[in-house]
């Protein structure tokens, strides 16, 4: 893959070998396991994948690029570049404004913009309807559009879908940038409907089986539907993509969930459900893919808690958050900063969406067990830095450094 240069503040040496020395064990990516950190009085179990993805260093290059190249000029992101507190406040302190909040909210009115103003936009991609407006004001966009191309693919599936007449449904997060951007763009094609979860495809197979009359789809898909959308004619040949950082098991699940709801209204088999529901493979990104992966083979260590680092508003992260919550204590923080003391962790509760203090998250025993992962969103500096605050609760631990040896 294409090597980007990013920031060297978001970089780590002892996380960048480590992640060099599995790449050379590993060159063809088949190895799922954690690398396990033995300090000794404490052991850290590494995830195999985590940290900046293709499109995340590819947005970071072109922003920060951007600002080098064109002193004096005014620069705007159209909103985050990328789900990362750290980052984008960097971007902020370079002088870059933000036109919008993370929600589309606007900040400062497009009005205010100037011709020879710069516009980037972030790795999710924006909507047709944005595009438009930068064009309407003069901003020339192609050169600091900074659009992950995982992203534009999952944009060309559902082209290709909307030109076989199917209707697109969309698995995402119905606020989400990237799912607003994937919806304007399907919506240009074809129908287009958002389904944030298995409750709302079983919604929407209601409406398709006819179990459900189609005056309430309105009201129960409110801000989830292309206009003109017809609930008898736009529900009879439909196929799936997601939003790229959708937890793979969910999107799955509703896909088949879907076909089979075909299957059963058309009487249909294996062979012939193409004429109601179209053969996609799920829009995942390979870092979500193998973010998740990982995260799934570290969670066969018996550990005693689990650490995930990233924006609290990343949807990558918070699958990986998800995925080991439901397999022990897990603890969603933003840096090392969160980690109080060994007693106390200020951390993010993804039900209430706030953080809160949890008192004794690291157990009493002779060598704890932590597993440790990131998001596609967050510098591996972030994960070094927790690391080194935990090794500092155990002052008798190994050097990072003789680790690195012992891995040869
Ligand atoms: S998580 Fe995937 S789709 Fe999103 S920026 Fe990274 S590579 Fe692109």
């Known amino acids: 893959m294409k090597q980007f240069e990013v920031p060297i503040i978001y970089l780590s040496p002892f996380i960048s070998a480590i992640k060099k020395k599995r790449k050379e064990l590993d060159k063809m990516k088949r190895e799922f396991a954690p690398t396990l950190l033995d300090f000794g009085p404490l052991q850290i179990y590494l995830a195999r994948h985590f940290g900046f993805c293709y499109g995340v260093e590819n947005a970071i290059e072109i922003a920060f690029k951007t600002v080098e190249e064109n002193p004096g000029k005014r620069i705007f992101l159209l909103s985050e570049i990328i789900h990362n507190p750290h980052v984008n406040a960097d971007l902020q302190a370079h002088g870059i404004k933000f036109l919008q909040d993370t929600y589309g909210n606007p900040l400062i009115s497009f009005e205010e913009l100037r011709t020879d103003d710069i516009v980037l936009i972030p790795a999710f991609g924006t909507t047709l309807a944005i595009e438009k407006k930068l064009k309407d004001r003069g901003i020339q966009t192609e050169k600091y559009n900074t659009t992950c191309p995982f992203v534009e693919k999952v944009w060309n599936r559902s082209a290709a879908i909307a030109k076989q007449n199917y209707t697109v449904v969309i698995h995402g997060k119905p606020k989400h940038e990237e799912t607003r951007a994937t919806f304007s763009r399907a919506a240009a094609n074809s129908p287009s409907v958002i389904v944030k979860d298995m409750d709302q495809a079983k919604e929407l197979a209601k409406y398709i089986a006819g179990a459900k009359h ?101 949807s990558n992260t918070s699958h990986l958050v998800e995925l080991c919550e439901q397999k022990l204590p897990t603890y969603f923080i933003s840096s090392d900063d969160k980690i109080l003391s060994a007693r106390e962790i200020l951390h993010y509760n993804l039900q209430t969406k706030q953080e809160m203090v949890t008192s004794n998250y690291l157990p009493d025993k002779q060598i704890p067990r932590i597993l440790l992962t990131s998001g596609a969103s967050c510098p591996d500096a972030l994960i070094e830095g927790v690391i080194n605050k935990f090794v500092e609760f155990f002052p008798s631990s190994k050097k990072a450094s003789d680790l690195l040896q012992n891995m040869g």
């Not at 008898?232 to 699940?253: E, F, H, P, Y």
């Not at 076909?259 to 249909?268: A, F, P």
């Not at 973010?291 to 808690?305: I, K």
């Open 214 to 314: 189609s005056s309430s789809f309105y009201a129960d898909f409110e801000g989830q539907y292309s206009s003109d959308f017809d609930v008898t004619s736009d529900l009879q040949r439909i196929g799936v993509v997601n939003q790229t950082t959708m937890l793979a098991s969910d999107t799955q699940a509703i896909a088949d969930f879907l076909k089979q709801t075909m299957i059963n209204k058309y009487k249909l088999t294996e062979e012939n459900v193409e004429g109601h529901f179209a053969d996609t493979r799920d829009t995942l990104c390979y870092a979500t893919n193998d973010n998740q992966t990982a995260v799934a083979n570290m969670l066969q260590t018996n550990a005693d808690l689990a650490i995930i680092v990233g924006g609290y508003n990343s």
